[in-house]
């Protein structure tokens, strides 16, 4: 996406209050050995909607929030976040990875949480300015990014069921190595269901995650990674691989779940995975697929991948799937479609190859 940046980079320096950190933790960090989310960079973002507009914003050094115990997002779920990713081009300018798609999905999850909207110098402005001032905490190792985190809460002090009056909005960065670093067995989870049509499947909701960890709990107490999520009427059509979307290769097809149900999320990963598979000569069909096809093609062996997609994950290999009795094993070491889509992703997000669809968002030069 194309966009022109000045305008709304001019708005967010005129509407950001910006206050450096004293004292930088940058050297406390070890980019040869980093963890996914556990180190946060220097700078954060908040902001304050009153009800009718939102002030108050503001960069300043990471530290807590002061939360009252009768917040309304704690007692009632009005929470919802994005996760996007910043590189290094290989002369040393950090880009954001298709921001404005996040955007875009952060204020339709916005809507269907009863939440105000986010204005693009607040949401795409912060980022630009953030990401500037911690530039310097973007890591540039094979695999590893500079992990965003917006989200917004309720801000209300008041115990009672209605949408909140006010919010807060705030954004973290952590510098991260890999979300999973090996493959993963997945068990088809034939009891509990992680959405349902008209439901809220497709936003980023704070309790589309809160609802799945004990089912994942028990799953992984029976030596899987994840659970591989499927619709709540029969049990069988696919929906999400853990926290992310799901591909599955039979021959020379690449099938993803459709998004016509609502509750599966459209993942900026996911889009960005079909356009490359695309480009690779591959027919990409975005359709409901049941485990049956799944179990099907495993066994008259038409089934060369599967693969969960997402902005924590990028692209994680699934080398077990276990349905019922059915145990579908897959060589990951062979897996060339999910190799040449990964390498294909990276040398886009850092700069190494020609970002013809301009999805970089280039934070300017110093």
Aim: with cysteine.
């Amino acid at each position: 996406m194309m966009v022109d940046k000045s305008t709304v980079k001019e708005e967010a320096l005129q509407k950001i209050k910006v206050t450096k950190t004293t004292r930088s933790r940058l050297s406390e960090v070890d980019f040869n050995n980093l963890a996914f989310g556990k180190m946060y960079a220097d700078h954060m973002l908040v902001a304050d909607f009153d009800g009718k507009e939102w002030k108050n914003a503001e960069i300043l050094p990471f530290q807590n929030l002061s939360v009252s115990p009768s917040n309304a997002a704690w007692h009632y779920g009005q929470a919802i976040f994005e996760g996007i990713k910043a590189y290094k081009d290989p002369e040393g300018h950090p880009m954001i990875f298709r921001p404005y798609d996040n955007y875009k999905r952060f204020n339709t999850s916005a809507e269907r949480m009863g939440m105000p909207q986010v204005p693009e110098w607040l949401f795409i402005g912060g980022l630009d300015l953030l990401i500037d001032l911690d530039r310097n905490w973007v890591p540039t190792g094979e695999g590893c990014s500079l992990y965003l985190r917006p989200f917004m809460i309720a801000a209300d002090e008041f115990i009672g069921v209605r949408p909140s009056d006010t919010y807060k909005f705030a954004i973290i960065n952590s510098p991260s190595g890999a979300y999973f670093n090996k493959p993963i067995k997945l068990l088809v989870q034939d009891k509990y269901v992680r959405a349902f049509p008209g439901g809220v499947g497709f936003a980023k909701a704070a309790g589309n995650y809160g609802g799945t960890m004990y089912p994942t709990m028990q799953a992984k107490k029976q030596g899987y990674d994840q659970i591989l999520w499927v619709d709540g009427y029969q049990h069988k059509y696919l929906q999400e691989c853990g926290t992310m979307n799901v591909f599955v290769i039979i021959g020379n097809t690449a099938i993803t779940p459709d998004l016509t149900q609502g509750t599966i999320l459209e993942g900026v990963t996911r889009a960005s995975v079909m356009d490359v598979l695309a480009d690779m000569g591959l027919k990409v069909e975005e359709r409901p697929i049941s485990i049956d096809e799944v179990v099907t093609a495993y066994n008259n062996g038409t089934l060369r991948e599967v693969f969960g997609t997402g902005t924590a994950s990028s692209v994680a290999y699934v080398e077990q799937l276990d349905y019922l009795d059915t145990k579908i094993k897959l060589d990951t070491t062979k897996y060339e479609v999910g190799a040449e889509v990964i390498q294909r992703l990276d040398d886009i997000r850092t700069g190494r190859t020609t970002d013809i669809r301009h999805w970089n968002y280039i934070i300017d030069k110093k």
